[in-house]
């Protein structure tokens, strides 16, 4: 079974700090893609990373794909308000040959003024 | 809007009731999902439609939920006897379904959800 977890479950930072959260598996994924919800809506993809060990930047977003293809993390740098709330990471199933994604359970992250 | 939309945004019952949940799909999206997100968790799988079918329905609970897409665009998930145990916020994603290889994604953009409390 393909199981995503995801630590810190919660981060409270004070705005203008860096922080990385991280999304592990035992499991080896083609692709892994983080998304971010805000309260009240659905979430939203940020990135799709694919490579063993690409890092692919979105502003002060850096994103991280694992050698081998299991984990991937997540830098925030120089935090902002506008960065609160929950980050998932997901990835495909396997056993589907359609656009099924497995997500983890989540990082909410509140970073405060 | 162009997006998602779901309606009801809430939806409170009382146990045992029936319950519709409507999702409107982005125009020309073929491909439609169901998630039931729980407090503190991240999106669950409940069903996929590909045109007017159910191509998979594996995460669906049990007998009591039940989805149709009848044209191939709006789609209805349906829970009867409803329990509290069925509270949470039901998401609604759609995408155009490509073909393509196997580190191919077709983003799923997601609806704002119900939020079904069941009392």
């Known amino acids: 079974t393909q199981l995503l977890e995801q630590s810190p479950q919660f981060l409270s930072i004070q705005e203008g700090e860096n922080l990385t959260v991280y999304c592990n598996s035992s499991?080896?994924?083609?692709?892994l893609q983080w998304y971010r919800q805000e309260p009240g809506e659905g979430p939203v993809l940020l990135v799709t990373?694919?490579?063993?060990?690409e890092v692919k930047k979105l502003k002060r977003l850096t994103f991280q794909f694992g050698d081998a293809r299991k984990d991937s993390s997540l830098h925030i740098t120089a935090a902002q308000p506008g960065d609160t709330g929950l980050y998932l990471c997901?990835?495909?199933?396997?056993?589907?040959?359609?656009?099924?994604?497995?997500f983890g359970p989540g990082t909410s992250l509140s970073v405060i003024p | 809007g162009a997006g998602v939309s779901q309606t009801p945004s809430n939806k409170v019952t009382e146990k045992g009731k029936y319950v519709e949940l409507r999702c409107d799909p982005i125009?020309?999206?073929?491909?439609l999902y169901w998630y039931r997100q729980s407090l503190g968790q991240g999106p669950e799988f409940l069903i996929y439609?590909?045109?007017?079918?159910?191509?998979?329905d594996s995460g669906l609970p049990n007998d009591r939920f039940f989805a149709v897409r009848p044209e191939g665009s709006v789609s209805t998930l349906k829970i009867q006897r409803t329990e509290r145990g069925d509270s949470a916020v039901y998401l609604c994603?759609?995408?155009?379904?490509?073909?393509?290889?196997?580190?191919?994604?077709?983003?799923?953009?997601f609806g704002p959800g119900t939020r079904l409390t069941v009392l």
């Open positions: 994603a759609s995408s155009l379904r490509l073909a393509g290889g196997p580190t191919d994604y077709n983003e799923q953009f």
């Open positions: 499991s080896v994924f083609s692709s």
């Open positions: 990373v694919v490579t063993g060990g």
């Open positions: 997901a990835g495909p199933d396997k056993k589907t040959s359609y656009d099924k994604v497995i």
């Open positions: 125009s020309g999206h073929t491909a």
């Open positions: 439609f590909q045109g007017t079918g159910a191509a998979d």
